[in-house]
C-alpha cells in the first residue's frame, strides 16, 4: 500500500521553527521527487517546496525562499522541511506528496498524498 504520511505541525510563535516529516511506505522512495504543499482556509494549495532524486535539487516558492529547507533521507524513506522565522501568515495545512515524472514543478504531476499536518503561528 503506497503512503505518505506527514507529521511535525504543531502551535509555534511568530520567529520560532518547526520540523516536518514525510515518511514514505509501499514505494521505491528514491526513485520519487517529493514535495511540500501548503493550504490556508479559503486560500488556493501552493506548491513550496521540493526535493528530486537522484541528483538532490530542491527548489523553493518565493514565499518560504531563505526560511525553510527540505531535505531528504533515503535510509529512512523521510523527507524533512525545517522551518524558520515562522510567520503568522506561514499558518496552513501542510502535506507532502511524491511523483515519478520529472515534471516536479507542476502540481498536476503529484499523484501520490499524504494526509495534512497543521502548522499553526500565533502568539
Known amino acids: 500500500d503506497v503512503q505518505l504520511q506527514a507529521s511535525g505541525g504543531g502551535l509555534v510563535q511568530p520567529g520560532g521553527s518547526l520540523r516536518l516529516s514525510c515518511l514514505a511506505s509501499g514505494f521505491t522512495f528514491d526513485d520519487v521527487a517529493i514535495a511540500w504543499f501548503r493550504q490556508a482556509p479559503g486560500q488556493e494549495r501552493e506548491g513550496i517546496s521540493c526535493?528530486?532524486?537522484?541528483?538532490?535539487?530542491?527548489y523553493y516558492a518565493d514565499s518560504v525562499k531563505g526560511r525553510f529547507t527540505i531535505s531528504r533521507d533515503n535510509a529512512k524513506d523521510t523527507v524533512y522541511l525545517q522551518m524558520t522565522s515562522l510567520r503568522p501568515e506561514d499558518t496552513a495545512d501542510f502535506y507532502c506528496?511524491?511523483?515519478?515524472?520529472?515534471?516536479?514543478?507542476?502540481?498536476?504531476?503529484?499523484?501520490?498524498w499524504g494526509q495534512g499536518t497543521k502548522v499553526t503561528v500565533s502568539s
Open positions: 526535493i528530486t532524486e537522484p541528483d538532490g535539487r530542491t
Open positions: 506528496a511524491s511523483t515519478k515524472s520529472v515534471a516536479v514543478r507542476q502540481d498536476a504531476a503529484y499523484d501520490v
